[in-house]
């Protein structure tokens, strides 16, 4: 079936067959009780409460399209004075344990024993048999065209927003349900909660985005304007359904500028009227801007919890658990239990080489308070205050073999030492004035490292190794077990800055006009970095790494070195020709 987003085509891919799939175990609609107690597995975690599972029912969409779905709810639901609400965990990935994903797949399962999950829960959403007991149904849906939905897969957008639309206004009228009903999840479960509270479905009351990119082409498909398509490969990959998927990693390679198809997939938070509860993290390569950037652009009530470690570890915190049932509590029960007293703004900041700082409160993000102070490169390898001593230029070779493992080369730094505690919270952005001779482009990339007071670069773990169940020197270099530092990149053609989404705190790029540029010209650019949050004691050192290549470790080892690079030699200006290459960085007050 052809699918158009305004007038532009979409190109679509075919899908693995579901029976490809080890964990899938067929179509079988009807009703199961699971006793209390009950297990999957010896290993795994029991239900703690009766609980009655509607195995693969039907919830028809406006155009017919009929998805499948999993219900998990208490028994005592079945009484008509005991309804519950419904909290949706939307995914392609696979409903109630099947898809190719979930923690098992990862070192140390990412930190979550197999005896805190059932076995039942969808990947990076809710459990049911935690949840049951909670009091609230838990609907595992099929996304249109995963495994039995029909349809082809849709890749976020306002097409998946009325999918989601229809699906909670269904569930809403069920008879076990009290006309409530929430969004939660991380990742793809947290970005399509973006676009479906944008269409204001009645019956949805709140959100709980834990972790989800809001701007799929600026933050993930071509950040900087560089094309990265790796990921969104990886992912096609693992899908599985009847028919087709978007093939949106093949949309970015047609349609390298801004246009409306990419519009569609950027989130519209003014449209969101709804209660959001956000939690994001540094660790992500995916979603941190974009959970910063929703809690900046909601207008509805809001709370933001910017924690310390990998987003599927703290999903499964009992702590993380009671603080979202307090909140589904308030908006889905209207239980008056003060919810509101909560604080907004709650930030994590990252010692690196001593245990961080968790959950500072502020009175809102950007951190208001917030001294931006520009700090100059210089020649010497260092940044500072002042401009620089020693002018000149300096030069790295771009196409460099890189291997994502932290062990690099052809990456320059500037050094900057602390002379007291500093505290780095925010965006911050590089302005870099650079050139290339025998190219007409560039691509750059920064990062913002920290290093202790001997000079040694650090790496913050993001799950704690007794947890992982792994030495602490023999953690895997993978971005979702490590952190380097926060970081920003750039290709040189697409450097204009979009004036109208662009903010005094942070820039943002066009991606709508294509600048070649002439061999050996000097160029500005402005790179955005994402937020970071790093405390620095007296002594130890801010490092700026600049460079032709992603400096953070890979999501996966398959897509290690395997992005793009830039080209031959590039030259960055240090006050050479009037050229101050420069940094601005955002510091608070605790």
């Known amino acids: 079936m052809s699918f158009k987003v305004g007038s532009i085509d979409v190109i679509h891919t075919q899908v693995n067959s579901p029976e490809n799939d080890p964990n899938y175990r067929g179509l079988h609609p009807g009703g199961t009780k699971l006793e209390k107690g009950y297990k999957k597995d010896p290993e795994c975690a029991a239900f703690v409460v009766d609980t009655i599972w509607d195995r693969d029912i039907e919830i028809p969409l406006r155009d017919g399209v009929k998805l499948r779905a999993d219900i998990f709810r208490p028994a005592t639901s079945e009484s008509s004075d005991q309804k519950v609400p419904a909290l949706i965990g939307w995914s392609p990935y696979g409903k109630?344990?099947?898809?190719?994903?979930?923690?098992?797949?990862?070192?140390?399962?990412?930190?979550?024993?197999?005896?805190?999950?059932?076995?039942?829960?969808?990947?990076?959403?809710?459990?049911?048999?935690?949840?049951?007991?909670?009091?609230?149904?838990?609907?595992?849906?099929?996304a249109r065209g995963a495994f039995d939905s029909e349809g082809d897969i849709r890749w976020w957008g306002s097409a998946e927003g009325r999918d989601g639309?229809?699906?909670?206004?269904?569930?809403?009228?069920?008879?076990?349900?009290?006309?409530?009903?929430?969004?939660?999840?991380?990742?793809?479960?947290?970005?399509?909660?973006?676009?479906?509270?944008?269409?204001?479905?009645?019956?949805?009351?709140?959100?709980?985005p834990m972790e989800g990119a809001s701007d799929n082409f600026r933050e993930n498909l071509s950040r900087g304007g560089i094309a990265q398509p790796g990921f969104a490969k990886a992912v096609a990959h693992g899908m599985y359904g009847r028919s087709q998927q978007e093939d949106i990693a093949a949309m970015m390679v047609k349609y390298p500028p801004w246009n409306e198809y990419w519009e569609d997939k950027r989130a519209k938070f003014d449209k969101i009227k709804v209660p959001t509860y956000i939690l994001a993290s540094y660790s992500s390569g995916l979603h941190t801007e974009g959970s910063l950037r929703a809690y900046e652009e909601i207008s509805a009530p809001k709370w933001l919890r910017l924690h310390p470690h990998q987003e599927w570890y703290d999903l499964y915190r009992p702590e993380t658990n009671d603080e979202l049932q307090k909140f589904f509590d308030r908006y889905l029960k209207g239980i008056n239990n003060d919810w509101e007293s909560t604080p907004q703004v709650r930030i994590s900041i990252l010692?690196?080489?001593?245990?961080?700082?968790?959950?500072?409160?502020?009175?809102?993000?950007p951190v208001p308070s917030t001294t931006?102070?520009?700090?100059?490169?210089?020649?010497?390898?260092?940044?500072?205050?002042?401009?620089?001593?020693?002018?000149?230029?300096l030069s790295y070779q771009a196409d460099a073999v890189y291997q994502q493992m932290d062990i690099d080369e052809e990456e320059l730094r500037f050094e900057h030492t602390f002379d007291s505690p500093a505290y780095l919270v925010g965006y911050s952005t590089a302005t870099l004035y650079m050139s290339t001779v025998e190219h007409d482009d560039m691509d750059v990339y920064v990062q913002i490292r920290k290093a202790d007071k001997s000079g040694k670069i650090l790496q913050h773990l993001n799950i704690p190794p007794e947890d992982l169940g792994i030495v602490e020197n023999e953690v895997p270099p993978s971005n979702i077990l490590k952190y380097m530092g926060p970081t920003g990149m750039i290709r040189a053609s697409q450097r204009e800055v979009d004036a109208h989404l662009s903010q005094p705190h942070k820039v943002v790029l066009s991606h709508r006009a294509i600048q070649k540029i002439k061999p050996g010209e000097i160029v500005k650019l402005e790179i955005p970095i994402w937020p970071g949050g790093i405390a620095f004691e007296a002594g130890e050192k801010l490092i700026l790494k600049i460079s032709g290549h992603e400096m953070r470790l890979a999501e996966f080892p398959p897509l290690r070195g395997k992005g793009e690079t830039g080209k031959g030699i590039n030259t960055i200006y240090c006050g050479e020709q009037g050229y101050f290459s420069q940094i601005k960085l955002p510091f608070v007050e605790l």
């Open 372 to 393: 931006y102070r520009t700090m100059f490169l210089d020649a010497s390898g260092s940044v500072s205050d002042q401009q620089p001593q020693r002018l000149g230029n």
């Open 165 to 208: 639309y229809d699906a909670i206004e269904y569930l809403a009228s069920q008879l076990w349900c009290n006309g409530n009903v929430g969004l939660v999840g991380n990742s793809w479960l947290a970005i399509s909660q973006y676009f479906i509270a944008a269409e204001q479905p009645p019956h949805l009351k709140c959100i709980a």
């Open 96 to 142: 109630t344990g099947q898809g190719f994903l979930s923690v098992g797949v990862f070192p140390g399962r990412v930190g979550v024993p197999k005896s805190r999950t059932s076995g039942f829960e969808s990947f990076e959403a809710p459990d049911p048999a935690e949840w049951t007991a909670r009091g609230y149904a838990i609907c595992n849906i099929d």
């Open 351 to 365: 010692r690196y080489n001593d245990a961080p700082i968790v959950n500072h409160v502020f009175t809102s993000y």
